[in-house]
């Protein structure tokens, strides 16, 4: 299993990302977290992923899971090298990749390490066990808005949650996601802590945080 988590953005170890995907290949941008948004922000926004991805010699193509089904995401998908999973709503990512079938192939895929997984902030999230205490940064109900439901469970790829942008004060949610840290030290529950910069690197049975340029 090969996963490249970003607290925001692609990090201070993009080349990383590229050593874990081979050098060149080909993968799938899922900009799914801001459904429900502003459709013209998420346009411009993906090709600025695209770009970033680009000059690290990797070719990606948008992949909008609202547009399938289980009966058709595993021919969307095909055999990519790697899946760059954007930040947002992590409630609303979670019901794009169950609604879509990306979930199952997502936890297959890695399982085979068929691909690497790769994204930020609500992208590394969603992998958790459990997404209970993002709450009190990720609204739930713009996920009722986007998809008028909401699912807790993550995909229990990790075996704990992430907490992205701690210590972070030129991001605008340190403040709200030290309180779901807290929340997670008085219950005990071990977690990822990720400053701006910092990135979890998953590669086989290891497990890193790799600092940020300024720590």
């Known amino acids: 299993m090969r996963l490249y988590l970003s ?3 692609l990090g201070d170890h993009a080349q ?8 060149r290949g080909r993968g ?23 770009a970033a991805l680009g000059e690290l010699g990797l070719e990606a193509a948008d992949l909008d899971l609202r547009e399938h089904d ?18 947002g709503n992590v409630f609303t990512l979670r019901m794009a990749l169950a609604r879509s079938g990306m979930d199952r192939l997502i936890v297959a895929g890695l399982h085979r390490d068929a691909f690497v997984y790769a994204g930020f902030s609500a992208g ?3 992998l958790a066990p459990s997404l209970a205490g ?9 996920c009722m808005a986007a998809y008028g439901a909401v699912r807790r469970d993550g995909l229990g790829v990790l075996d704990r949650p992430v907490v992205p942008h701690l210590d972070s004060p030129e991001h605008p949610e340190t403040r709200l996601l030290g309180e779901v ?11 990822w802590a990720l400053r701006d910069g910092e990135v979890l690197v998953v590669d086989g ?5 790799l600092s940020g340029v300024h720590d």
């Open 124 to 126: 590394p999230c969603v």
């Open 7 to 9: 607290s925001y953005q």
């Open 70 to 87: 289980p009966s058709s995401i595993a021919e969307a998908v095909g055999q990519p090298d790697f899946l760059w999973v954007r930040g």
């Open 28 to 50: 799938l941008v899922i900009m799914n977290a801001l459904d429900g948004y502003d459709e013209e922000r998420r346009r411009r926004d993906s090709l600025v992923q695209m």
């Open 181 to 191: 840290a807290a929340q997670y030290d008085r219950e005990g529950q071990p977690y």
């Open 16 to 23: 990383v990302l590229a050593q874990l995907v081979g050098g």
């Open 134 to 142: 993002l709450e009190l940064c990720d609204p739930v109900e713009d």
């Open 205 to 209: 049975a290891g497990s890193t945080v």
